[in-house]
């Protein structure tokens, strides 16, 4: 079973960058699609980003495109999520996320415990 924790988490202001990592443990992480999800309070959790197993494949959201970056080193047994221009909304708690196989059906089976981002206005 595959274990995720997520770290930099934090307290920006408006425009301001923060990286995003998680670390997976207990399986063969090139195998693994990985994602990142984002509760915000009162609101239901949405999807992030997400990179197939070689990296080579990434999705957005259409509200972080162009903005956050989602990366992976299979050697790290990381995934990292570069957030730069923070806005606000993007006020969070962000989840790191693992589902065996492909990113093409939106089911992750582990999930870390999140992390709590904060951008001031």
């Known amino acids: 079973q595959v274990q995720l924790v997520e770290s930099g988490g934090g307290l920006v202001q408006t425009g301001g960058s923060l990286r995003l990592s998680c670390g997976a443990s207990?399986?063969?992480?090139?195998?693994?699609?990985m994602g990142w999800f984002r509760q915000a309070p009162g609101k239901e959790r949405e999807f992030v980003a997400s990179?197939?197993?070689?990296?080579?494949?990434?999705a957005y959201a259409d509200s972080v495109k162009g903005r956050f970056t989602i990366s992976r080193d299979n050697a790290k047994n990381t995934v990292n999520l570069q957030m730069n221009s923070l806005k606000p909304e993007d006020t969070a708690v962000y989840y790191c996320?693992?589902?065996?196989?492909?990113?093409?059906?939106?089911?992750?089976?582990?999930w870390g415990q999140g992390t709590q981002v904060t951008v001031s206005s």
């Open positions: 207990r399986g063969t992480f090139i195998n693994y699609c």
């Open positions: 996320a693992a589902r065996y196989g492909s990113c093409r059906t939106p089911e992750y089976n582990y």
């Open positions: 990179i197939i197993g070689t990296g080579g494949t990434t």
